[in-house]
């Protein structure tokens, strides 16, 4: 009786085991295929076989779900004016394109995650997190260059585009440099080579022959600031009388300031943001000797209505170089919704406008690899959307004509230098 | 003095090593500074004031830090946000006093009193409720549970302040009495700096008088020496704690002015920084200890702003600016290696 049990016993276990494999040898396909045995191939072809070959799969939207984008910008703190242009020119967009009856029918919604400015590690956590939520289209951000070096490398692991409306640093997309963000980043704002040449063209032709520089460490500051350097001394010989370095979160910059009023450069440039640019504004004003000096900076601090708020008086004067945006599309369909949106608090920077053009790019990579299964669900096999994306040529938008290069610059860059004059940015150059 | 017996250790020549070191980093450092010429005599004068300025605020707060220690040895680490908040309710008051449109214009002096008013009133606020609700309770626990109450008090506050009124920076009316610049011993100094230094003496001034002359403040001293033995002299213990806040808060209150005035800038972050250069002003000098705060706070100040340039400049080091949080910090580690309680730290605090 004994030897039974102990047989039944060993006969039950090896049935559970086997019960284990069982489906294991039939369920082998992962759960992409599961819809493909359901649904019959849409316009020829078979969203199943598609995924399947896809490198990175398909993002799967099911019936009536909306479609989603992340965000990674910079939306609270002190450079959060930079980010929230951003958000709400990508909100107008996508608002544009939903109240059209949407992309393959559906609504775009918005998920967001504050990527910060100032620290690099908050760019990965913000995509860490996004990485976590999982389904995302594509990803906008960063605001800051510093924060997309480490964020791009998250995302494009999962197969997921990191489109920036305002990463401008030239080492972004420059393979060869330790900084470079991967095939997975591109984006619609400006490269700075061309950014910091027009600044020195600028300073160039303003007769300026001495300038000083002052960076603030980031990834942004630090390459325009180099780039604006070389170009001042090969166009017209300018010459760099002082280069100094200020720290994120400093409010003192007598120490910064003084080596260069003893100088007094005809130029004192500081690419880098707010406050710390709106500060060093101001308290340049303090330094008699640096009366006859041009204040110059970036498009961090162009068109920033916080910079005109805080240094008020000082500000009078500052030229800023920065792209432009204007255009009777611009006028009369993008501002009227993006006022809409940001309210009486209004940020507006210069780069609402690259982000709504990053977004009109996504909805129109999608919609040419996009494949709707028979049940309803949405396909975008995301290499094919990746593909599409840096294949964007001769896209029109509010920005210019946008052609993708292999590395992802998409910029059609015009760049402009506007000087505070009563209070509002004026464009003074090109005249 | 007591001299201690020297014996010759490891240790002992590692830290006679440093000093050695120390000294002859500063003296190589601020001998080539000065002897290179790269920089004026009206930049240091320029830079000493900037110190002084800053430094002042930066007692100003300390003096919350330390007071507080005194009374209960705990670190009010929420003592920046009571700062950040006065700073705040500063700002409303002068923009609906002395914007061009505010009805105080014409009389900026009383316009401005309301203002330091408003700050200090709202920081003292500030303070009273968060001893009421956040130590009060927690006074007869373990030292380690106040501390944590304060950090988490500290962020309620600054999100609070994040909630309502935004992240962006604001800033105060720019008032005609308080920008320009003003000659003396014929050098040039900005006016806000100089008002920013002498609001700062008065009202160290008047503390000093109210802890050494005041019944109240007598009675402060004792809760800071022996809390169970002043109170069986029949000092009221909860009232000389009380009072002890609000004159932290009052403080905090009129340097988030000055803070505001000088730098231009509000925001719910602003107490992060100068809270944190404050307790290390407070720590430098000796907590506990008001001197110690006065002293340790302009100490610090002025280490930021003329130590990078004085000891890094003449060394070539690029940009030395950027290295100002390195100077102070470690002038910060070497006080505490060297004199563990601080310049005027007392010994029983340890």
Known sequence: MQKYMRWSAALFVLMLVLAACAPGDTGASPDASEPAEESQPAAGEDPAAVCEADEFGCLEVAEGDPIRIGTALSITGDTSALGLDSQYGAQVAADQKSEAGGLFGREIEFIHEDAGCGDAATGQTAAQALVAEGDLLAVMGTTCSRTAVPAAPVLGQEGIILISSSNTSPTLTDPEHAEYAGEFFMRTAHNDLIQGAAMATFACEQGFTTAATIHDGSTYADNLRAVFEEEFASQCDGEIVSQQAVAVGDTEFTGVLAPIADAAPDLLYYPIFHPEGTLITQQARSFPELDGTQLAASDGLLGLQDLIDQAGEAAEGFVASGPACAGDEYDNTFRPAYDALSGEDQPLSVFHCHAYDAVNMMIAAAEEVGIEGDDGTLFIPRQAFRDAMFATSDFEGLTGTLTCDEFGDCADPAITVSRIENGAFVVIWPE | ?350
């Open chain 2, 1 to 350: 003095m007591l001299r201690r017996p020297r014996r010759l250790t490891l240790l002992g020549v590692v830290l006679w090593a440093l000093r050695v070191g120390i000294v002859a980093g500063v003296v190589v450092g601020a001998w080539a500074t000065l002897t290179s010429g790269g920089l004026s005599g009206g930049t240091w004068i320029t830079l000493l004031a900037a110190g002084l300025s800053q430094g002042a605020i930066y007692a100003l707060i300390a003096l919350g830090y330390t007071l507080v220690y005194g009374v209960l040895l705990m670190i009010n680490f929420a003592h920046g946000e009571v700062f950040m908040l006065g700073s705040f309710s500063g700002m409303f008051v002068a923009n609906a006093l002395l914007s061009a449109d505010g009805f105080m214009v014409s009389y900026p002096l009383v316009g401005l009193l309301g203002v330091f008013a408003a700050a200090m009133l709202t920081s003292m606020l500030v303070a009273l409720v968060l001893e009421r609700v956040a130590y009060r309770p927690l006074r007869r626990a373990p030292r380690l549970v106040p501390l944590i109450t304060a950090i988490g008090a500290s962020l309620f506050l600054q999100y609070t302040a994040f909630g309502m009124f935004g992240s962006r920076t604001r800033r105060y009316p720019p008032v005609e009495l308080l920008s320009g610049r003003v000659e003396i011993f014929g050098f040039s100094f900005q006016r806000i700096e100089v008002i920013t230094i002498v609001a700062a003496v008065v009202l160290m001034a008047l503390l000093f008088y109210f802890v050494e002359r005041t019944r109240t403040g007598r009675a402060m001293r004792a809760v800071s020496e022996d809390k169970d033995v002043a109170a069986l002299m029949g000092i009221n213990v909860d009232r000389t704690i009380v009072i002890t806040f609000a004159i932290g808060g009052l403080l905090a209150g009129a340097a988030g002015v000055l803070y505001a005035f000088l730098f231009n800038r509000v925001d719910f972050g602003m107490g992060i920084l100068p809270g944190i250069k404050a307790f290390t002003a407070a720590v430098l000098g000796g907590i506990g200890s008001i001197t110690g705060a006065v002293v340790g706070g302009v100490l610090i100040g002025i280490l930021e702003n003329v130590g990078p340039s004085l000891l890094l400049f003449g060394l070539g080091v690029p940009s030395p600016n950027q290295l100002r949080d390195v100077v102070a910090f470690s002038v910060l580690v070497l006080v505490l290696i060297f004199r563990p309680t601080g310049l005027f730290g007392r010994k029983e605090n340890v």
